[in-house]
């Protein structure tokens, strides 16, 4: 079993329908590896084993309350190597004009947020998403064309850096805990 106290490798894994999830994940994976680890970022549906790593950040992109099925595969089918290791999981989505409610936890999947829960992860946080660049459907056009441009991309690179690096910080702090061989 490895030794949960020593990260030198991690993994952000997602799953992305247009590339805005994809994006924040190699944003979250650039702010890591400045931080020291050695970082691999890559889709979800594309992971062969969690063997080569110390912790996983999971990403997914939220349409109408549901992960992406890539990500929800992921999160089942490593469930057992993510009880053992941190992990941090991110979602994407919110777009359009600001909501009254500040709080999007009304986009997220219930039983996906209780899995993580229970599979004991460092952290979950939601990220705003950004609508298509080319929008492929009669109903992604329609939805793209009755927003108003400032809040067609609701990514804030300032949250996704700092919630980045508050990962780095505690894998850090581990790592200085860590014994030494």
């Known amino acids: 079993m490895r030794d949960p106290g020593w990260v030198t490798k991690v993994l952000v894994a997602y799953a992305s329908k247009n590339g805005s999830t994809a994006e924040i994940a190699e944003a979250i994976a650039q702010t890591l590896r400045q931080a020291g680890p050695t970082v691999d970022c890559a889709e979800a549906g594309s992971v062969a084993s969690l063997e080569p790593y110390d912790a996983v950040v999971l990403g997914s ?43 999007p936890t009304w986009l997220e999947p219930p039983k996906i947020v209780e899995r993580v829960e229970r599979l004991g992860a460092c952290g979950h946080v939601v990220f705003g998403g950004r609508m298509p660049t080319s929008p492929r459907s009669p109903a992604a056009r329609a939805m793209v064309k009755n927003c108003l441009p400032a809040f067609r991309d609701r990514r804030d690179w300032d949250e996704i850096n700092a919630w980045a690096a508050s990962i780095a910080s505690e894998l850090a702090t581990q790592n200085q805990v860590a014994p030494t061989a």
């Open 61 to 103: 992109a939220v349409y109408i309350k549901r992960w992406r099925g890539d990500a929800r595969r992921f999160l089942r089918k490593y469930a057992t190597q993510l009880a053992q290791r941190p992990f941090w999981v991110f979602s994407s989505g919110p777009v359009g004009e600001p909501q009254s409610d500040p709080n």
